[in-house]
Structure formats: structure tokens, C-alpha cells
């Protein structure tokens, strides 16, 4: 049984998962689909952190090499200063007016990221996580899941100053092992799928299992 929507009149979708598990390729795919299956209804597609002018300004300050360190509890104010920034001035009135809303990345890239991760507790990126989001959560979490060689295998060499891509391989680990948990606990509301086979393989696997938990 479909979970009951927590976002109508709209539908609120997070894509999730290590850099280099074909997450940003998927979201793509599915905006196409979703356009194509509901004409009549807006469908954005976002990114964390980003898709407002502070967000972008937020985006480049966390991922670009600075020649300092970020305190993790600096570098969680600052994604939760963005995320509030994205869910006030668009994804809260895109779900009030009927829309379709997927992000590449929210709430549980920062449980992973930051709490698993960096090791900040949960009870504190909650209590953060509540004020930036104002109680919005997403209808579903997809999460493309991918053993760590593999994903880090497919990076760009584009990202080789971005500063999540400069961290050691047993810090991807703890994040895999906390988006698995994450999504363990809330099997009703998370699909995790194989990112490993082709882009195609895993867009007509993905598409099949959430066509009828996206049904309006």
C-alpha cells in the first residue's frame, strides 16, 4: 500500500545517495517522466545546496576548497541555513499550489553526511533540521545505493576540489552505512535501488517500483 502523501496538494520527492551513484542522472530522468505523465502539474528540480541565490552563494562557500576547515557544527548551520532558504521562497509554495517538487538531496543527506559522517548526534541535527525545514518532509526518499569503490571510481575529475570529494574513503563508508539506516527505519517511505547497473537498467527499475506510490 502506497504511503499517504504528506505534502497534497503537492508531491514532494528526494533523490539520495554518495556522489558518483548516478543520482544526478536519475533525477533528470524522472523530471522528464513526471512532466510527461502530469502535463498540467509544475515539476521542479532542485539541488542541495542551491536552487536560490543564497544557496548557491551557501553551495560554493561548503564544497570549494577554502584553505581552512569548517567546524562540522559550522558546516551544518550552513546547509540548514540554505535548506530554510530553499523550503520558504520555493519548494513550501510549489506543494501549496498542486506541484511536484524533486530535490537532489535534503534532510537525510545531512543525517548521513554530517551525523554519520561527521559524527554530530542526531538529536542535535533533528532539533536544526526542524527549524530549516519547518516540518516539511518528503513524500518519498530514493536512495541510489552503491558500494563505495565503485561510486568514487565514477567521480569527475572536475570535483577534485570539491571538499567532499577530498575525504577518505572510510568516511564515504559511514555515510552509506547512515543513509541504509535512515532507510531502514522508515521502510514506508524510503525505495532504495541498485545504483550499480546502467543508467537505463536503473531508471525502468526505478520508474516500475514508485509509479503507483507517485500516483495522484
Not at 563508508?173 to 536503473?202: C, H, I, S
Amino acid at each position: 500500500m502506497a504511503p499517504v502523501r504528506l505534502n497534497a496538494p503537492g508531491l514532494f520527492v528526494a533523490l539520495e545517495g554518495i556522489d558518483g551513484a548516478g543520482k544526478t542522472t536519475q533525477a533528470d530522468r524522472l523530471a522528464e517522466k513526471l512532466r510527461i505523465r502530469w502535463p498540467s502539474r509544475q515539476v521542479l528540480l532542485l539541488h542541495e545546496p542551491g536552487s536560490t541565490g543564497l544557496g548557491e552563494r551557501i553551495r560554493r562557500l561548503v564544497k570549494e576548497e577554502q584553505g581552512t576547515t569548517i567546524d562540522p557544527i559550522a558546516e551544518l548551520l550552513l546547509f540548514a541555513a540554505a535548506r530554510a532558504q530553499l523550503v520558504s521562497e520555493v519548494i513550501a509554495p510549489t506543494l501549496s499550489a498542486g506541484g511536484v517538487v524533486l530535490c537532489d538531496r535534503f534532510t537525510a543527506s545531512t543525517r548521513a553526511y554530517q551525523g554519520a559522517g561527521r559524527g554530530i548526534e542526531m538529536h542535535l541535527i533533528d532539533q536544526v533540521e526542524s527549524v530549516a525545514t519547518g516540518g516539511i518532509r518528503p513524500d518519498l526518499t530514493i536512495l541510489f545505493d552503491l558500494n563505495i569503490e565503485t561510486a568514487l571510481a565514477r567521480r569527475s575529475t572536475a570535483l577534485k576540489d570539491d571538499r567532499f570529494e577530498r575525504q577518505e574513503i572510510a568516511f564515504y563508508q559511514r555515510v552509506r552505512a547512515g543513509y541504509l539506516d535512515a532507510a531502514q527505519e522508515q521502510p514506508g517511505r524510503w525505495l532504495v535501488v541498485d545504483g550499480g547497473p546502467g543508467a537505463r537498467e536503473v531508471t525502468t527499475a526505478m520508474w516500475g517500483q514508485i509509479e503507483q506510490l507517485l500516483d495522484f
